[in-house]
């Protein structure tokens, strides 16, 4: 070789090397690229969002200087303002023990006054409510200030809120709590001697999803306690809606306590950037406050957000990346022009493996396996079962026959029994497949299978008599304890008694459960009254809910002849099991019960079981799939029965239906059972029981009002309101729910009466969720006047017209009463207390001279209800003492 195509030959060799190095470079120049990237755009979002927590803390100083203002006049201006006549037309409402709420024409602000105080307060309360309705009337976000008194010591909250409905609803408690937290901030405060101004941390309005921080001033008075105004200030409307409230926190600033004065808007005006964890913290001070504003991100966030500005150019400079990669692997471990023997020596290895790997898979075949060739009559491979059978088989004579029988036939081989399958292969012509299975082998694992299964069959009924048997010898001995446990009448013995028969009820459940798994339930369909069973449950499951405290409301929305066709036993259970259940896992509030029917089927019923407790959780629900797989919440009385819910549901599968379980922590649980019933038609009967009768329903509750007046509605009743009523209109029954309003005969209403109880003459106790009860009751009460109109109308009464007539006094008598009659309905009217009492005081002077002692009675007690100004008993007594005397004239 001459020496010029040597260098040629050096230069080409030294080519690929360059080009190595060259990539090399260029995956060093993509990476620290990608880095300078990654970093400009991390830099570039802190830099925004740091502006955004400048411009939020701007936003935060200017409100709170000008609160600071507001909260000045407040104090100097509105608070301390002498009294003007125009407050003397001021009302208050009573909403509860020491809370007022301001009666005022314009609502954008509304106020609450805590506490005893004066009118003087009352016309303030207007005052600083007036002013705010200004500073505030544009606002759509909830704002409220809180006054705490020096002068009285009382609290004065003025909110936009809603504040009578909340602390109406079922939010009285949390406006409770909220206004004596504040409270003992402001008392906390007040006592702090250095401390004029005060600022809280971020809250959360809960129901609003409001967030806000607390400024409190606070102002010494000589001779008084120290006031302080506190303002709740939003800050949702200052929030970007990108940026996370909860995200958010306020907290003092140690290093804003060391700032001068001259540098204030400096200090404002930077930002602090610190990495806690896997959290990004972002501050800013908020001059003249001591306080700070952090925003807290998850560095995640960073992450993504980076790289959706990013996400182009850095998948553009990965390409790049990933093909300087390739290059560089290409061209560093380019062959060249090494030798090609290694090739066939590979080629050979890989096929030495690929023969061994179909081999062995052709070993460990649960079946013979043959492949024969019939041109040159060999066998091409085979296993250890194919080879022990080859001996005996003439694959000639088995070819010929599978081609006359679909390519399957069957051979006995020293007495056993096999099946052979021919395969044409595809690849070869005249290669045939064999496939030999034994089937005597088959046989015995079928009957081995089938013994199994019988096996299993006779353990599942052996399991099933073994629980039936175990659940008997149980429950004898303990309903024997049960009996004398309650034969002994003390403490102790009726403790074990209760325990017995919760020992019994669960031994029963089980035996149930047992019954249920092995599908030997059958139902008794009967034609039964829906209300009839719920007046069944309600005095069984009273006991427990009043040992808690709890209130249970029965809604049954189906008419009151409603009558079905279905299982009662069965449903009556479910129902049982369900309250006792929602009692267990409800502490404090209400169970409530609702019956309806589907719209989509008259023959599909509805009942909801809902109450206030804590709500179960997710692992009990899935104890309604399979009963004691997770643990049940409990009470000091025991813990919730973890079979229930399946016991339930099976049961409501029985039935044609299904239980469903949602439940919401803190807010309950509602348990909805679907069942099918069909509807037994009945006809409307012309005359109900209480056709013609008026009631009137004094009852405070909404929802035990309209549960009451549903009944008596579907009785036949007419119903009325104390505002309903029309003036000097008659009734027929009194019903409430106050016993300070029972001031004369009529049905006290309850929900834990076990029925009804007579507490005076002509007045009832009586559980409203009894149907049958209140039926009872009404018509006891019904009887009784009844019975009083007989007295009434008895010779007593002409023996007392014969007295009048004999005293000389009946003509003073006719042309005095009757005009202190009619004195007594027109000073009604006109709500006339003070005249009211002196008429039926001089009337009562009268019944008492001429001895007439049922008007004098009747004058007595309408004086009582003159002095308790119940103006509904004022009412009937007046109408009593007309058709008192005119039974006398």
Request: proline fraction near 3%; aromatic fraction near 6%; include cysteine.
């Amino acid at each position: 070789m001459s020496q010029s195509d040597t260098t040629a030959s050096s230069k080409f060799s030294l080519l690929p090397g360059s080009i190595t190095r060259f990539f090399l470079l260029l995956i060093i120049v993509l990476l620290v690229t990608m880095g300078v990237m990654v970093q400009s755009a991390v830099n570039t979002w802190l830099k925004d969002r740091s502006y955004q927590i400048v411009d939020i803390t701007h936003a935060l100083h200017k409100r709170i200087d000008t609160w600071r203002y507001a909260t000045w006049q407040i104090y100097d201006n509105i608070a301390a303002a002498p009294a003007s006549a125009s407050g003397e037309g001021l009302q208050e409402t009573r909403l509860k023990q020491d809370v007022y709420y301001l009666e005022k024409p314009r609502r954008k602000t509304e106020a609450l006054i805590f506490g005893s105080h004066d009118s003087a307060t009352l016309e303030m309360t207007q005052r600083i409510s007036s002013y705010l309705d200004t500073l505030w009337g544009a606002e759509t976000v909830p704002w409220s200030m809180y006054y705490l008194n020096g002068q009285d010591n009382s609290m004065i909250l003025i909110s936009t809120l809603p504040l009578k409905d909340l602390s109406s609803g079922f939010k009285e408690t949390t406006v409770g709590g909220i206004v004596d937290s504040r409270r003992a901030e402001m008392l906390q405060q007040a006592n702090a001697l250095d401390e004029r101004e005060s600022f809280s941390s971020l809250r959360r309005l809960a129901w609003q999803n409001g967030h806000y921080f607390t400024l409190r001033t606070t102002f010494n008075q000589p001779g008084h306690l120290t006031t302080v105004v506190a303002f709740d200030l939003p800050i949702n409307d200052l929030i970007p809606p990108d940026m996370p409230l909860d995200s958010f926190r306020l907290e003092q600033d140690t290093a804003a306590q060391n700032a001068r004065a001259g540098n204030d808007k400096e200090s404002a005006d930077s930002v602090a950037i610190t990495f806690n964890g896997s959290r990004i913290e972002i501050a800013s001070a908020l001059t003249s406050t001591g306080m700070r504003l952090v925003w807290q991100v998850p560095f995640g966030s960073l992450m993504v957000d980076t790289l959706q500005n990013i996400l182009l150019p850095l998948l553009l400079n990965i390409g790049l990346l990933a093909l300087a990669l390739f290059g560089y692997t290409t061209f560093r471990f380019q062959p060249g022009r090494q030798s090609d023997a290694p090739l066939p020596s590979a080629a050979g290895k890989e096929l030495r493996v690929l023969q061994a790997l179909n081999e062995e898979i052709v070993s460990v075949l649960p079946l013979g396996l043959l492949v024969h060739d019939q041109k040159a009559n060999r066998t091409v491979m085979s296993n250890k079962i194919a080879d022990h059978l080859l001996p005996h088989l003439n694959l000639q004579n088995i070819t010929a026959m599978a081609d006359q029988h679909q390519g399957v036939i069957q051979a006995t081989i020293n007495n056993e029994l096999y099946e052979i399958r021919q395969f044409r292969s595809q690849v070869a012509s005249r290669t045939q497949i064999f496939i030999i299975r034994d089937q005597d082998r088959e046989v015995l694992v079928n009957k081995k299978l089938k013994q199994a299964q019988r096996l299993y069959e006779k353990n599942q009924q052996g399991r099933a008599a073994f629980m039936q048997n175990i659940s008997d010898a149980f429950k004898r001995p303990l309903k024997s304890l049960a009996d004398h446990a309650g034969a002994m009448d003390t403490p102790e013995s009726r403790k074990l008694a209760s325990e017995a028969d919760t020992l019994v009820r669960l031994v029963d459940e089980i035996q149930l459960a047992n019954i249920l798994e092995n599908d030997g339930w059958k139902g008794n369909s009967t034609l039964f009254s829906i209300q009839d069973l719920i007046d069944e449950v309600v005095p069984e499951v009273l006991p427990v809910i009043k040992r808690k405290g709890l209130q249970l409301l029965i809604n049954n929305n189906l008419p009151a002849n409603d009558e079905r066709h279905g299982d009662r036993d069965a449903l009556r259970r479910i129902l049982l099991m369900l309250i006792q259940y929602s009692v267990t896992t409800t502490q404090i509030g209400k169970i409530t019960l609702e019956v309806s029917t589907d719209e989509s089927a008259d023959d599909r019923l509805t009942f909801r079981v809902l109450d206030t407790g804590e709500g179960v959780t997710l692992s009990e629900i899935d104890n309604l799939h399979f009963p004691f797989l997770n643990d049940t919440q409990g009470d000091r009385y025991g813990k919730a029965n973890a079979l229930t819910f399946w016991l339930c549901d099976q049961l409501a599968r029985k039935l044609g239906g299904h239980l469903n379980i949602k439940a919401r922590e803190s807010l309950g649980t509602r348990y909805s059972l679907h069942v099918k019933m069909a509807a037994n038609p009945q006809e409307e009967d012309e005359e109900r029981l209480l056709d013609d009768v008026v009631v009137m329903v004094d009852v405070t509750s909404n929802e035990i009002r309209n549960i009451v007046i549903r009944q008596l509605e579907n009785w036949g009743a007419a119903c009325i309101t104390p505002d309903e009523r029309l003036t000097s209109q008659e009734f027929d029954l009194f019903l409430t729910d106050n016993p300070s309003n029972l001031t004369a005969s009529g049905l006290l209403l309850s929900d834990d009466e076990p029925g009804v109880r007579k507490i005076g003459p002509g007045q009832l106790r009586v559980n409203f969720n009894i149907s049958n009860a209140m039926q009872e009751a009404v018509l006891q009460l019904i009887e009784e006047q009844l019975a009083q109109e007989e007295l009434t109308e008895s010779p007593l009464g002409g023996n007392e017209n014969a007295e009048l007539h004999a005293s000389g006094y009946y003509s003073l008598f006719v042309d005095t009463v009757p005009d202190d009659v009619k004195r007594l309905y027109t000073e009604s009217a006109a709500n006339d207390f003070a005249a009211l009492a002196q008429t039926a005081h001089r009337l009562k002077g009268v019944f008492a001279m001429l001895n007439l002692v049922p008007g004098k009675q009747l004058c007595e007690t309408l004086e009582h209800l003159i002095r308790e100004k119940d103006a509904s008993g004022i009412e009937k007594y007046i109408s009593d003492i007309d058709a008192y005397v005119k039974s006398l004239l």
